[in-house]
């Protein structure tokens, strides 16, 4: 099956911008879909397809793909975006392209 | 309002059955694909599986492959998964999820339940 690779960690002063990125073969044929995670909760969508946000996530929050690689982008990052974040994706490997894959994840800390 | 409530986790022994199930409400469930996704223990999401808005596709992930069984009841709005011969690595925080369209590139799980533990130990 395919993989997906986050850096483990990533941090950003108040304020600024950060970039998680995500890198995999299915990339290449699948958009990624990025969730939020904060401790003890569920996750929570934040961005899918080309660079859509549901309903009620701030417009701070984009996403980008290039090759096997996507990127979700947070632009002035604020103290509760301090969280842990997936990215996801059909898998494009094997016989069965019904099957999805989860990011290994990315802890990001607000400074 | 829109919500996923799942329910049937708890402390099982290796080798034994477990069924969880999943209620929607507040939406169209019949029109969503659903998927099961779990979390162990301080670790990241792990995909499990996913039934078709009608019950016609399933797909599953190696690692529960001829284990688990995920099913749906329209008519009940209830999501499934019976896991079979579970292990300890099974343990796990287990989510259901929907998804407006598993045919489509860009496809996401816009709905979370809030999940149910299962624990397999001796």
């Known amino acids: 099956s395919s993989e997906l690779t986050q850096d483990p960690a990533v941090s950003v002063a108040l304020g600024q911008t950060v970039r998680i990125t995500c890198q995999g073969d299915s990339l290449r044929s699948y958009y990624a879909s990025w969730y939020q995670q904060k401790p003890g909760q569920a996750p929570v969508l934040v961005i899918y397809g080309k660079n859509n946000r549901p309903s009620g996530i701030p417009d701070r929050f984009s996403g980008s793909s290039s090759g096997n690689t996507a990127s979700l982008t947070i632009t002035g990052a604020q103290a509760e975006d301090e969280a842990d974040y997936y990215c996801?994706?059909?898998?494009?490997?094997?016989?069965?392209?019904?099957?999805?894959?989860f990011g290994t994840g990315t802890k990001v800390t607000v400074l | 309002q829109v919500q996923l409530v799942e329910s049937g986790g708890g402390v099982v022994q290796p080798g034994r059955s477990l069924r969880l199930s999943c209620a929607a409400s507040g939406f169209t469930f019949s029109s969503y694909g659903m998927h099961w996704v779990r979390q162990a223990p301080g670790k990241g999401l792990e995909w499990v599986a996913v039934i078709w808005y009608d019950g016609s596709n399933k797909y599953y992930a190696d690692s529960v492959k001829g284990r688990f069984t995920i099913s749906r009841d329209n008519s009940k709005n209830t999501l499934y998964l019976q896991m079979n011969s579970l292990r300890a690595e099974d343990t796990a925080v287990y989510y259901c999820?929907?998804?407006?369209?598993?045919?489509?590139?860009?496809?996401?799980?816009?709905?979370w339940g809030q999940g149910t533990m299962v624990t397999v130990s001796s």
């Open positions: 996801n994706s059909r898998d494009s490997s094997g016989n069965h392209p019904g099957v999805y894959v």
């Open positions: 999820a929907s998804s407006p369209n598993p045919a489509a590139a860009d496809d996401a799980f816009d709905i």
